[in-house]
Nanobody, 116 residues
């Protein structure tokens, strides 16, 4: 059983920063890739960023240069540093974990609101 617990969401003004954290717990699994998705109001869920165990990253075009994903393999944790936030970044952000057997797990989501 894999559990993902996210933290760090909240309300921030445009141009501000937030750091999301996600910790995985459980047993009997090996982690391959971790990442972040988001669902903006009225839109479908989309990939924001992903990171492999070796540290290879990928980003949505809309966040490149502003967001940075990182990972702590010892703590089974993934982070998303979000800078220069825009109102269009307002969304529920979900942590994801893909195991070595290609099973995808989701966190419960954390709300990020960018507004003045």
């Amino acid at each position: 059983q894999v559990q993902l617990v996210e933290s760090g969401g909240g309300l921030v003004q445009p141009g501000g920063s937030l750091r999301l954290s996600c910790a995985a717990s459980g047993s009997g699994f090996s982690i391959d890739t971790m990442g972040w998705y988001r669902q903006r109001p009225g839109k479908e869920r989309e990939l924001v960023a992903g990171i492999t165990g070796g540290g290879r990253t990928n980003y949505a075009d809309s966040v490149k240069g502003r967001f940075t994903i990182s990972r702590d393999n010892v703590k089974n944790s993934v982070y998303l540093q979000m800078n220069s936030l825009k109102p269009d970044d307002t969304a529920v952000y979900y942590c994801t974990l893909t195991t070595s057997t290609w099973t995808l797990h989701w966190g419960q989501g954390t709300q990020v609101t960018v507004s003045s």
